[in-house]
């Protein structure tokens, strides 16, 4: 199977660089299945409806989050009735919408996504270590689940690399979001497991973390905060990363970067 995840998408930018690609390079790669993280989507904080459907009329399968899931509240009542828009799966018991779910592509093989959030330097969560396990112990890898994707949503390198090789040979992909820069550590681990520390954002890298630069950059120099911050506007890159699966293992036979217009070389 062939599945591209891409990261972050931040604002504007980041959403027309995926809608500009995707329904092209599902043609050209012959993809089973796209998943993005959309937690910035809007202007930078959350994700709506509107959103959502856009992405999904580009050939987006599943959308992820993070801890910027609710920042629109409207998305609110939105989540607990569309599966395909994902929060992270250890908020607290009772949390609107599902933290993972099953799909199926038109090829008929049945897709898991789990969507994850870290806990060093980021919000006191459920131990994301023992809620996956619980969640993906529901399948068997090249069976009832010819993929599974887990979402890894933090701040420390550290942490996502552990969660990558507790779960490698487990699950067919361990892809990293939330830091908004490509790592350029894809590489399928010792197990079978692939692997990034963080795909990277779609959005505008002339920023910082796909805010405008000036703004954000006066934040570190000076006490006094400025204005709200903003999407950065010009021309996004799409970072991804591009996992192939072996049909019958689930497991992970490639992994590799893509990087498409914008700031960035291109990858991929
Ligand atoms: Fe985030």
Known sequence: MKVLFCGD???????????RNIPR???ELGLDFVVVNGENAAAGFGITAKICAELH????????????????????????????????????????????????????????????MCRLFMDPLDDPFRTVDAEIAKYTLGRSAHFILIDVHGEATS????????????????????????????WVLPGGTAYQTDVGMCGDYDSVIGMKKEGAVLRFIKKVPGDRLAPAEGEGTMCAALVETDDKSGLAKAVRPIRIGGRLPPAG
């Not at 998408?9 to 809608?19: D, L, M, N």
């Not at 799966?89 to 994850?116: D, H, M």
């Open 57 to 116: 009329g580009a050939g987006v399968d599943c959308i992820t989050t993070g801890n910027h899931v609710w920042d629109q509240r409207d998305i609110i009542p939105y989540i607990a009735q569309d599966k395909r828009l994902l929060r992270p799966i250890n908020f607290p018991p009772g949390t609107p919408g599902w933290g993972a779910s099953q799909y199926e592509t038109a090829r008929g093989q049945k897709v898991v996504v789990v969507n994850v």
């Open 25 to 27: 390079l599902r043609q």
């Open 159 to 186: 942490e996502k690399q552990s969660m990558g090789h507790h779960l490698d040979g487990r699950v067919s992909a361990v892809l990293g979001t939330h830091s908004h820069i490509p790592t350029a550590d894809s």
């Open 9 to 19: 998408i931040v604002g504007r930018s980041g959403r027309e660089s995926v809608t």
